[in-house]
Every structure is written in C-alpha cells, then in structure tokens.
C-alpha cells in the first residue's frame, strides 16, 4: 500500500512539473512572438516615417530609440504605448549576438553609457542590423530571434 501511495505522488509531482515547464515554454514563446512583432513594426515605422530606429537591450528587457536627425543624438521613443520600454518575465535571460560577435548586455539602462547608442539598428530604408536575440528559460527550450539585412526578423523554437 505504502509503495503504492508513493508511486501516485511521484506520478503527481511529475505531472506538476510537466505543467510548470510547458507554462515556461508558452510564456517564452509569447515573448519570441512579441519582440518580432515589435521589430516588424519598428521596421515599417522607420519606412514610412523615414527616421532610423534602434533597439537597446539590457539584461532585463529592451527599448527603441529613434535618431533625432536636428540634435544628432538618439532618443528614446516616449509617443505611445507601443514602443515602450519592455521587461522579460522573471526567469528568462536573453542573450544578443550582432553581426556575429556577442554582446554583453548593461544589467540597466543607467549602467550603459550617457550616450544612447542602441545595439540594432532599423533603417528608414528597409535594411537593420544582423542579429540573433535569444531567449532562455528554465526548461530546455531556447526561442531565438534572427534579423537579416534586408529586414527579415524570424522566430524559432530549439530544443537544448
């Protein structure tokens, strides 16, 4: 009976595990699918407002700057709510590769240096910065984000 009692609470615990990571999974998933639309967007918004766009990460999240073409410096994006600041859910990590070589990322935005100088770069003529953006959980799952230079941002789901 004792063996029995222990082999359901196994099977319990299992099972509430199994639903934890598959929550993980989904959460990461939804931010994979958030940031690339983020970035489809930003792309076009450069495109049709024909002003450079950037992206900064931090360790933590990430935000967009725009080039102030009268001041010559960039700035963050403060009109409306789409271009916000954004934060990653507690326990996902993300790591930023661009044009091949890793970047280690500021823990925030007031530890990078005064000037605002964003890791990705979107261009009023369709064309962005390579990178790959990865995003890491918990579970052994990895989602990770690729930007070309011809303006393709994609999303994947890897198994580690």
Known sequence: MLVVVFIMALMVSMAALSVNTAGDDRVMEEEAKRFTALMRLATQEAITRSEDYGVRFVTTGFDFVRFD???????????????RPRQLPPGIQQELSVEGLTVELALDYETQERKIRPHVLLFSSGEITPFELALKGPNAVRYEMTGSLIGEIKWDRRRL
Do not use: S
């Open 69 to 83: 073409e009268e001041k010559r410096v960039w700035t963050p994006v403060t009109d409306g709510e789409t271009f």
